[in-house]
């Protein structure tokens, strides 16, 4: 999933910041690592032994006293999909020093506790906490939508805020606003596809690796329902936000296109709507989640430009937006023996499965869970990035702006197009002229000989 990033944020910006998203996107790794590694595993999953909720762990730092090395493994790979979120969305204008900081700050603490709430076995949202269930089910957040893709998207939009948006996006040299705000076209619609592609097999990692294991007949059959459910969601998604997109232009124009990047995007926020109950929905529930994830794109992504939010590679509408959706419609088609086979409480179901009434329990947990990322995350993150701003560790200079992170920062462009020397094409036209002249004459005095013959 991270060389899925790299692509697709690569392809999004401007030849002039390749390097700079791409550097970024191997720190990912490295600082997602040694973060979790130090306090953030520690944080999210410590304390296992202890009965009874609690706010975050409190034991494994540094992976002492711990042997489970494939649970390590496994949710690091999460933590740092969280905070390659944020980098993409402030791509072409965050210092890399700020880059450091927020990355090693989200996977360290800011994430683990939002983790440690929802998946631990002391978390107060936890389907799986050994001291009951909250409103006697808990959250349903499977392989994410919540934990991981709300947190890095609110993160996205807070940063982007706090930031602001890139020189000549949304305002002149003047500080006036445009009448129409410039779109900065993406510099390599290939890497975007392919990167998209890539984050979509990942993905299958992602939900169902979820499962944590195929160790007999019931978690296969959760691995594999996860397989199908994410690839219906993610293929009616893709669906959904391009035709509707181009209608939506044939109604406001009279012209019909089709827009590859809300395929690709929309595609993606499906795969994000789908996350959180990817094992206890079925096939035809996926592809409601998946066309209504289309639609949720859409419809965040034209709110922020009205806000004049910069989004470098709209991520915040396919993680934030639909990670939202994603938690309710866990909530709206959860099915009973789904949840069984996937290890949750079914007493209360989703809410179009609810037997003899109304039962919303399921349906709050997952809106209450949705408010407690909002709480969590805004209250510790905007601080962080506002002391960023106010220290001049967050912005680039504009000048290194205008030039482009590549050259101001990373010791030159991505690309060669220095093409060759002018007086070297000249010297070789004079030499091809030359030739040219040579052949031309020879042809000449054969033809005179011939006709003398």
């Known amino acids: 999933m991270q060389a899925g990033f790299a692509m697709l944020c690569a392809g999004c910006i401007r030849a002039k910041n390749v390097k700079n998203i791409m550097l970024q996107n191997i720190l990912d790794i490295c600082a997602g690592s040694i973060g979790f590694y130090t306090v953030g595993y520690g944080f999210a999953y410590g304390g296992a032994d202890h009965i009874g909720s609690t706010f975050i762990g409190n034991s494994y730092f540094g992976l002492r006293d711990f042997n489970a090395w494939s649970s390590f493994f496994f949710q690091f790979a999460f933590a740092a999909t969280c905070a390659t ?48 269930y909250f409103r006697d089910v808990g959250c349903i957040d499977f392989a994410g939508s ?3 893709h709300m947190t890095g998207g609110l993160t996205a939009l807070i940063a982007a805020v706090i930031l602001g948006p890139r020189k000549g996006r949304f305002y002149d040299e003047d500080g006036n606003p445009l009448e129409t705000p410039v779109t900065f076209q993406p510099h390599s619609v290939a890497l975007q596809v392919l990167g998209t592609l890539i ?8 939900n169902s690796g979820s499962a944590l294991a195929i160790a007999n007949e019931d978690s296969a059959a959760v691995a594999s329902l996860s397989a199908v459910t994410t690839t219906l969601a993610g293929a009616s998604a893709c669906v959904s936000a391009l035709f509707t997109d181009s209608i939506l232009e044939s109604m406001v124009t009279g ?22 109950g990817t094992a206890c929905v079925t096939p035809w529930a996926a592809i409601i989640i998946g066309i209504v994830g289309g639609w949720v794109y859409i419809a965040w992504s034209k709110l922020l430009v009205a806000l004049k939010v910069d989004d470098s590679v709209d991520g915040i509408p396919v993680h934030l937006g639909n990670g939202m959706w994603g938690l309710i419609a866990a909530g709206l088609f959860a099915k009973p023996e789904l949840m069984d086979l996937a290890g949750y409480n079914s007493a209360n179901p989703g809410l179009f499965y609810s037997e003899g009434g109304f039962d919303g329990h399921l349906l709050l947990v997952q809106i209450c869970c949705i408010f407690w990322i909002i709480g969590w995350v805004s209250c ?27 050259i ?33 004459a020879n042809k000449e005095v054969k033809a005179v000989e011939n006709a003398n013959a």
Request: charged residues 20%; glycine residues 12%.
């Open 85 to 132: 979120i944020v980098a993409g969305t402030v791509a072409e204008r965050c210092k890399m020093s700020a880059y450091l900081c927020y990355s090693i700050f989200l996977t360290g603490f800011v994430y683990p506790v939002v983790a440690h709430s929802v998946w631990s076995s002391n978390g107060f949202l936890s389907a799986f906490n050994n001291d009951g």
């Open 146 to 148: 919540g934990v991981v």
């Open 199 to 206: 984050l979509w097999f990942g993905w299958y990692g992602f």
């Open 255 to 276: 012209e019909t296109s089709y827009d590859l990047t809300m395929a690709m995007n929309g595609g993606l926020g499906g795969l994000v709507a789908v996350t959180a």
């Open 380 to 406: 510790v993150t905007t601080p962080f990035f506002m002391l960023l701003n106010a220290a001049g560790m967050f912005r680039v200079d504009p000048l290194e702006e205008e030039v482009g992170l590549d």
């Open 408 to 440: 101001s920062s990373h010791r030159g462009s991505a690309y060669d197009m220095s093409g060759p020397r002018k007086e070297d094409v000249d010297e070789l036209m004079e030499v091809r002229a030359s030739k040219h002249g040579k052949i031309d």
